[in-house]
């Protein structure tokens, strides 16, 4: 991974400082310190996830592992203490961004209703005027000011998502948190705020599709957990990459530490 990362930044002696500093003191315990880090790992990683970069993600995927690993661990302790966001039975996080035209008529606006799955590791803040602040306030010609509502009913557990304030760079002044990769939403409603800005209430779901599920089921194989490299496969299925996905799989599949680490 390393090297891949330093071919990618060779002429950026910066971002090669932080792939040495990554080389000589990474923990798998603080992926997530890392990945909020405004570094080579956030920028490729997510670039990758935007344009599904299948090379560039298997080149990622122990990093993807770790932090889905992590998320799936705080989730699991703050699920079961009453220290954190978890103490309720409806948590209400919030996010905003700008969205293509396109991709706000394709996936949201003629899909009320319906559900909305996310390539990447969503990011989420407890802070509605912050929301607000990242959605800007009206688009250019080409875009459009989102604010998200999202309601999470902690029985959902499909999707790990953790509040991770503690390890976060930002500390908690953003009050964020972060879903796993490949989370699903349901479309709850569409509401404009003003001309300058969209209003959509999604809430976390484990329903999925039934026919796709059975073919990630199959491609699975003996495979006990629905992990992020099932995620991304699923979401090259879902978009028609038949050959993306299969790709993937299989390069994940020849892997054996890889699959080693799958296994429950």
């Avoid at 400082?17 to 798998?28: K, L, N, T």
């Avoid at 996080?93 to 008529?105: S, T």
Wanted: glycine residues 4%.
């Amino acid at each position: 991974m390393l090297e891949f990362c330093r071919q990618q930044y060779a002429d950026n002696n910066v971002q090669l400082r932080y792939i040495q500093e990554f080389e000589d003191h990474y923990d798998s315990h603080k992926t997530i310190w890392w990945y909020t880090r405004d570094t080579f790992l956030y920028r490729l990683l997510n670039k990758a996830l935007r344009e599904q970069d299948i090379d560039v993600l298997y080149s990622l995927r122990y990093f993807i592992r770790h932090l889905h690993l992590q998320l799936k661990d705080f989730h699991s302790k703050q699920t079961s203490t009453n220290t954190t966001i978890e103490n309720e039975k409806l948590i209400t996080v919030y996010r905003g961004q700008l969205i293509k035209n396109e991709e706000f008529e394709r996936k949201i606006r003629h899909n009320l209703g319906g559900f909305l799955s996310v390539t990447n590791f969503l990011s989420t803040t407890i802070d509605k005027q912050l929301a607000t602040v990242f959605a800007g306030y009206g688009g250019e010609d080409d875009t459009q000011s989102i604010l998200f509502q999202i309601d999470i009913n902690r029985s959902v557990k499909k999707f790990p998502y953790a509040n991770i304030s503690e390890e976060s760079v930002f500390g908690e002044e953003e009050g964020e948190i972060l879903f796993t990769m490949g989370s699903v939403f349901r479309i709850l409603s569409i509401q404009p705020i003003d001309t300058n800005m969209w209003y959509i209430h999604l809430k976390l779901t484990g329903e999925e599709d039934i026919e796709l599920m059975n073919l990630i089921e199959y491609m699975k194989g003996g495979l006990d957990e629905f992990t992020p490299e099932i995620h991304l496969a699923r979401l090259l299925f879902e978009m028609a990459q038949y050959s993306k996905a299969i790709k993937f799989l299989n390069m994940a599949m020849q892997d054996s530490q890889l699959m080693e680490d799958f296994i429950v």
